[in-house]
């Protein structure tokens, strides 16, 4: 009897288990809604940092999460909201790691505690910093990089205030000085994000060093000694 074209021949089986024609696949787990945003937020946040938001696309976000372009827009609506909560997410982890860090003593512990937490921050979160430290392209950012160190600032000043009055200084600079000293250790993170040379450690005792010391030889009514215009 011919054997059906579309049957193949059956081969005898003596004893044992049966060959399987195929090996199963193992059916690969589907993310859920929570899952797949975050993944799309940490492929967003690498592709911002080493490209940029403009050099970034919706479709290699969606290529490198392994799905179409539809479920980035479904869940941020566009390239502009999940950059939008990237910059937001990382800004309230570094302002919440240099909260967190302040845990009270002498002003220089404190100040050596906000220094060291910013370098912290941008060891451990390096893709997050270099977009923090880019100007939003977007015309309406959830905020600015100048925004947060001013927030930052914010808890630097109440340190200096409280010092000021307890050496006789008018506690009225104590903003003027905390910008400057947060925007000194600010920029000296850019640079060190580049370089990692010297360590951190050494990088935050030379800040304070200089950051304590400037401030412990203050003059009440400091002058220039150029001629210059008010």
């Known amino acids: 009897m011919p054997t059906d074209e579309t049957t193949p021949p059956t081969t005898p089986f003596s004893g044992g288990t049966p060959p399987s024609s195929s090996p199963k696949k193992r059916a690969r787990r589907r993310m859920t809604g929570k899952e797949r945003r975050e993944q799309l937020l940490d492929i967003g946040r690498t592709l911002f940092a080493e490209r940029g938001f403009e050099g970034t696309s919706v479709e290699e976000i969606a290529h490198k999460a392994g799905v179409s372009k539809p479920v980035v827009y479904e869940h941020f609506g566009g390239k502009e909201g999940l950059y ?3 910059v937001d997410r990382e800004m309230r982890r570094l302002l919440d790691m240099v909260t967190g860090a302040l845990t009270g003593g002498h002003p220089r512990e404190l100040l050596e505690q906000a220094a060291f937490a910013l370098l912290d921050y941008i060891e451990q979160y390096t893709d997050g910093f270099r977009i923090l430290v880019r ?8 905020g600015t990089f100048a925004s ?10 109440d340190i200096l205030g409280r010092e000021f009055k307890n050496r006789g200084f008018d506690a ?4 003027l000085y905390a910008q400057a000293l947060v925007g ?6 850019q640079w060190w994000l580049n370089v990692r040379k010297p360590k951190k450690a050494e990088v935050a005792a030379h800040l304070v060093n200089l950051a304590w010391h400037g401030l412990d030889g203050l003059e009440q009514k400091p ?3 150029g001629h210059r215009r008010s």
């Not at 009225?172 to 903003?175: E, G, Q, V």
């Not at 000194?184 to 993170?189: C, F, P, Q, R, Y």
Request: without cysteine; hydrophobic residues 45%; proline residues 9%.
């Open 135 to 142: 100007d939003s392209p977007l015309p309406q950012s959830t």
């Open 223 to 225: 002058r220039l000694i």
């Open 172 to 175: 009225k600079l104590s903003p």
């Open 84 to 86: 939008a909560v990237v």
């Open 184 to 189: 000194m250790v600010a920029l000296t993170g």
């Open 148 to 157: 947060l160190i001013s927030d930052i600032a914010t808890q630097v000043e």
